[in-house]
């Protein structure tokens, strides 16, 4: 589904991944560990097409089709779904408002048929009892006064709802304690299907004892040093990432 | 939230033309001679058949106004404005013998309120709403007009208003805005041509949304209209205005005064959209829209509450303003004004605090694009005798972009010493951070823009009445187009 050949990439000039390659298929889930500054964030930036982050060479490829050269709403709609490591705040806008903008959005872009306001509305409270998510949070304005807990499992309702073939969860377990952290990766796991992967991103091992990848990599100066089994990340647990950087972890 | 939700949706089925309001509709019309004079001000008297104190009243304000300087109150750079070099009165000559009902009105004038999205004869049929239809320097038409006569409610043209209720225009013009208030205020109380009369009778709740919709057509001609809303006990009305004009190379001037009154419990709610054409991007052409509004509630327990949202005009200078005589009396405003391109915008409020327990409440959204200025400037006064006056201002800007600017002016002047007096002010940008997360979950660049600035501006525009709710979202969206990217 997702091919990843030789990228290159730089920010602001700076040469940050230095020849990726990566290939996820249907159904499997991904990990790619690292210490800090090894281009983690930079990958899940690249793949979402943000401004500012320029693939230099290589190229990726999402089901057969480069896709380094779409705008971010385009990738989206071609089903990248990028979980960021700071939900952003948007103050007077409710999540029923920007959840439906951003599906019919989508769906314009598939060339599918909008959601009118009632199809909208029973998809969505659909989804909220699926997730045990109270129909309150629907009200409120998009992430303004969550607890970083309430910001994630928005992000997995976001998910839910705009249902995409690839997700990306950009160290989504950034600052959570321990409850947040299995109510994240709870929700991840009952997103997982046979037609959708999930790559995760993260520093540490614990996110990987609930979302269980198939796969893990270690990136460590732009590029991917080693990969393995799930087994791959206890082993970092333990020795840190010192063999692959230099630097402790 | 239901009405948000449903605007943003109808958001997306906008078309994407900046000013879709900018055409001409091609009319043979009646003008006054070019310029202005003792005579231009006969002229107009006698075309509305005016009796005798109405013409020296004008007169009057005509003979001030040349005395007068320009407005110091503002931050703005406003071309010296030429007075002779426009027109100050032009009708459709079809209106000439006025018509009896919308079968004897110009086609050609029907066709421009469908075009303009108001389509009269539909308006006629659809309950809710009833329209004056101003164009240019008269009134087309009025709906519902019998409807509401039969609950005692008057709602007509001023120049009508002034042949069949003489005695309540004579009370009541000019007695919140003298002619003397400022310059434009003068010289519309010389020139005034058409507009819209209200009158709630006691106990009366206004049973729909009054409106009325102005348009400017002609080149080179001013519109000077003429507001006056009355309220009498224990009454309720809520009242709209629209505007738009015609896109034009040269500049046009819209001097209006707005007047209200309330009596004892009785409660107005005033809503403008005003979306007059902006100018082009390097500021050419585009409407002056010095306006003068002003209401009074002078019984206890009466409330003026002020919604506009302002996104057109070359230059807007504007302070929908509250005199809060009567003990308990509540002033309310609430203003979204967005600039782009060369606009420049310097608006508010005044709230005058003289009875006991006042209160007043101002939100100001101020959204800035382009190269263009907004400024929120507002007094907040307390007189000695308003013992308990109360005031709450909370002042928003949003920047757009690095070249625009936003400004902040508010004064505030207390007599008295158990006025309580809350200020809060904001200034931040659309983050690159919201828009990036906009645009991975699908939304496009410019439809995010348009997501971000309505939800800035949501505490205003749901006071807006449901109706208008969503004309104002579609603006707000497209005032903001081109200014990212």
């Given amino acids: 589904m997702l091919e990843i050949k030789n990228l290159h990439a730089e920010v602001d000039g ?236 | 939230m239901a009405a948000t939700q449903e605007t943003v949706e109808q958001v997306q089925s906008l078309e994407m033309d900046k000013y879709k309001y900018g055409f001409v509709t091609e009319i043979e019309s009646e003008k006054a001679p070019k310029g202005l004079s003792e005579d231009t001000v006969r002229f107009i008297s006698a075309k509305k058949n005016e009796p005798e104190w109405l013409l020296e009243w004008r007169l009057k304000a005509y003979r001030l106004w040349l005395t007068m300087p320009e407005p110091k109150w503002g931050k703005l750079e406003i071309p010296e404005i030429d007075y002779q070099d426009s027109y100050y009165y032009s009708s459709p000559k079809s209106m000439e013998d006025r018509p009896q009902s919308l079968d004897e009105v110009d086609p050609e004038l029907l066709r421009t309120y469908e075009k303009l999205g108001i389509p009269i004869k539909e308006q006629e049929v659809l309950a809710g709403v009833a329209v004056d239809y101003v164009f240019d320097s008269v009134s087309v038409a009025t709906t519902f007009r019998e409807q509401l006569k039969e609950v005692g409610v008057i709602f007509c043209p001023i120049s009508e208003a002034i042949q069949d209720y003489p005695e309540l225009v004579k009370k009541y013009l000019g007695s919140v805005v003298p002619a003397g208030d400022n310059k434009h205020a003068c010289l519309n109380s010389a020139v005034f041509t058409d507009g819209s009369f209200v009158y709630i009778p006691k106990g009366v709740r206004c049973p729909m949304e009054l409106s009325t919709y102005f348009r400017i057509n002609e080149l080179n001609t001013g519109q000077f209209e003429r507001t006056l809303i009355v309220a009498d006990e224990g009454s309720y009305v809520s009242y709209l205005e629209g505007c738009t004009a015609p896109q034009r190379d040269e500049n046009q001037l819209h001097a209006a005064v707005v007047e209200l009154v309330t009596m004892d419990d009785a409660e107005i709610k005033y809503s403008t959209v005003q979306n007059w054409y902006p100018g082009d991007e390097d500021g050419k052409g585009g409407i002056y829209n010095f306006v003068t509004k002003r209401g009074i509630c002078k019984g206890k327990n009466s409330k003026i509450s002020w919604t506009q949202v302002e996104t057109g005009s070359a230059i807007t200078w504007k302070y929908p303003s509250c005199i809060l005589q009567g003990d308990n009396s509540v002033g309310e405003f609430y203003s979204v004004a967005i600039t782009n391109g060369r606009q420049q915008a310097d608006t508010g409020t005044k709230m005058i605090h003289l009875g006991k327990n006042t209160t007043s409440r101002i939100i100001s959204k101020g959204i800035s694009a382009g190269k263009s200025q907004n400024t929120y400037r507002g007094l907040v006064r307390v007189a000695a005798k308003a013992e308990g006056a109360r005031n709450f201002t909370q002042c928003d800007s949003l920047l757009v972009g690095e070249t625009c600017g936003a400004h902040t002016v508010p004064y505030i002047e207390s007599k008295n010493r158990s006025a309580r007096l809350e200020h809060e002010a904001t200034t931040s940008k659309i983050s690159e951070d919201q828009l990036f997360y906009c645009r991975q979950r699908g939304i496009s660049e410019e439809d995010a823009v348009g997501l971000v600035v309505n939800g800035f501006c949501r505490e205003v525009l749901q006071e807006l009445p449901m109706e208008f709710a969503v004309e104002a979202q579609q603006l707000v969206k497209i005032s903001l187009e081109g200014s990212v990217g």
């Fill in chain 1, 14 to 249: 700076k040469s940050i991944l230095q020849g990726i390659d990566l290939n996820i298929n249907k159904g499997e889930v991904h990990a790619i560990m690292g210490p800090n500054g090894s281009g983690k964030s930079t990958l899940a930036n690249v793949l979402a097409g943000r401004d500012d982050y320029e693939v230099t060479e290589g190229g990726i490829f999402f089901d057969g089709k480069d896709i380094s050269e779409l705008e971010p709403e385009e990738r989206a709609g071609e089903g990248i779904f990028l979980a960021f490591q700071y939900p952003v705040e948007i103050p007077g806008v409710t999540n029923t408002t920007f959840l439906k903008e951003a599906l019919n959005a989508q769906r314009r872009y598939r060339g599918e048929e909008e959601l009118d306001g009632m199809e909208f509305v029973k998809m969505i409270r659909g989804k909220t009892k699926e997730l045990g998510i109270k129909d309150d949070m629907l009200k409120r304005a998009v992430n303004v006064g969550f607890s970083g807990g309430e910001k994630k499992r928005n992000d997995i309702l976001q998910m839910a709802v705009l249902n995409p073939k690839l997700a990306v969860l950009d160290e989504t377990d950034s600052g959570l304690d321990i409850d947040a952290l299995k109510v994240v990766a709870e929700g991840v796991n009952k997103l997982r299907a046979e037609n959708n992967a999930i790559l995760v991103i993260t520093h540490y091992q614990r996110l990987l004892n609930y979302i269980v990848p198939d796969q893990v990599h270690v990136l460590a100066n732009g590029k991917i040093r080693r990969s393995g089994g799930k087994e791959l990340a206890l082993e970092l647990e333990e020795k840190g990432y010192a063999d692959y950087s230099g630097e402790a972890a």
